[in-house]
């Protein structure tokens, strides 16, 4: 049954995006312009809705934003069910709802990549009327075409190539450039294929070292000694992939709680190696080239400063859209960009997913095509 709205909440969670300003302002915007509701910004993520920080959402504040990066809310990594609070761990699940009922709060928007998703999905199985928007610069969240982010990121990451490809070729040099991604390979893909990269290494393809040099050494022989790397923060070589693969498997097969403690163990070890990997291969191919290399680390600058046009665009028809559905009745959704629509898949289907890169997708045939090394 529709229920009348009157009050409803938004809140940013998760490494901030380009375009979440975008997003807070169409909510608002068309909340209190086309329906007259009021609109409650919770600050820092879940944590602003667990301690009941918040604004009231007006013009003042949703006026000036649309090209802002960043998110006027703030925001956060805390789960509802594991929050630092004053330097200890908590539960705040159950403050969480009270404020949400103290509100009378008809319907929270929650904007956020895949632990919002995860989030919002436990806080709608506790009876709140849910909505979410997909954001990320990594672009994996399932079930939608695009996340709030993603073009501006990718943006920043390809103008990032075209320059190391002036100094790289100056100096006769290996430049690797590190793009962020989590364990999706969109940006690195999307960035290096864009931007010419001469190899291109993903999470979803593990690497061949020797490969890798080849293709360099192929281009020296030419009389091209530069060349260009565009790898992925999570791109894994097959050797690393496969340790993290018998890792994952150990986690998932531990049963007693010592086993567990090991396995989890094993993986932050894994992880924190992992986190040199980009220099290591710099000196790698060093050695395997005999050319010089240097590693250009992107990091945050992908995800500062003015969303792209086509990010506010879609911040701007996610938002408006969700608006309407919440009027109309919607609940436990994620509103999500689907070719030229926008359409509400249920939170149910998206949650604890991630949308990697199809092996078989148009832009590693393309990359293929033009010769581009992927390291297989
Ligand atoms: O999810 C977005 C992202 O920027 C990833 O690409 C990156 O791995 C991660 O966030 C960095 O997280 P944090 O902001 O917590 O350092």
């Not at 086309?34 to 949703?62: H, V």
């Not at 761990?89 to 949400?100: C, F, G, H, P, S």
């Not at 070719?339 to 990697?356: D, E, I, M």
Request: glycine share 12%.
């Amino acid at each position: 049954m529709k229920k009348q709205i009157k009050r409803i909440g938004i809140l940013t969670a998760g490494g901030d995006s380009p375009g979440l300003n975008a997003a807070i302002r169409a909510v608002g915007k068309a909340a209190i312009g086309k329906y007259g509701w009021e609109i409650f910004g919770f600050r820092d993520g879940f944590l602003g809705l667990a301690q009941d920080t918040f604004e009231q959402l007006g013009k003042d504040n949703l006026s000036g934003i649309l090209t802002v990066g960043g998110t006027v809310l703030g925001t956060g990594r805390d789960k509802p069910h594991r929050m630092m609070i004053e330097g200890k761990e908590r539960d705040m699940t159950k403050a969480i709802v009270r404020n949400y009922k103290a509100h009378r709060l008809d319907a929270l928007v929650c904007i956020g990549g895949g632990g919002t998703h995860k989030n919002s999905m436990r806080l709608a199985e506790l009876g709140l009327r849910i909505v979410t928007l997909p954001k990320t610069i990594d672009n994996d969240v399932a079930l939608t075409d695009a996340t709030i982010g993603y073009n501006t990121a990718l943006g920043i990451a390809t103008e990032a190539i075209d320059r190391l490809h002036s100094t790289a070729h100056s100096h006769h040099r290996i430049i690797i450039a590190e793009i962020m991604g989590h364990r999706a390979g969109w940006l690195t893909l999307g960035a290096g294929l864009a931007g010419g990269a001469d190899v291109i290494l993903i999470p979803e393809i593990p690497y061949d070292l020797e490969k890798i040099a080849a293709a360099i050494r192929k281009r020296s022989k030419v009389g091209t000694n530069f060349s260009i790397v565009a790898v992925a923060e999570g791109a894994k070589s097959l050797e690393d992939a496969a340790s993290f693969v018998a890792a994952e498997r150990r986690r998932a097969a531990a049963r007693t709680l010592e086993e567990k403690e090991y396995a989890k163990l094993r993986l932050a070890e894994l992880e924190s190696e992992h986190a040199g990997n980009t220099l290591r291969l710099a000196k790698q191919l060093e050695g395997l080239t005999g050319l010089e290399a240097r590693v250009t680390i992107l990091g945050y600058v992908q995800r500062g400063g003015t969303p792209s046009f086509a990010d506010r665009l879609l911040a701007t028809s996610l938002g408006t859209a969700c608006v309407d559905l919440i009027a109309n009745g919607a609940e436990g959704i994620m509103v999500a960009a689907r070719g030229n629509s926008v359409q509400p898949v249920p939170l149910a289907s998206v949650a604890g997913k991630l949308k990697l890169v199809p092996l078989d997708h148009p832009w590693i045939q393309s990359a293929r095509s033009v010769s581009t090394c992927l390291g297989d």
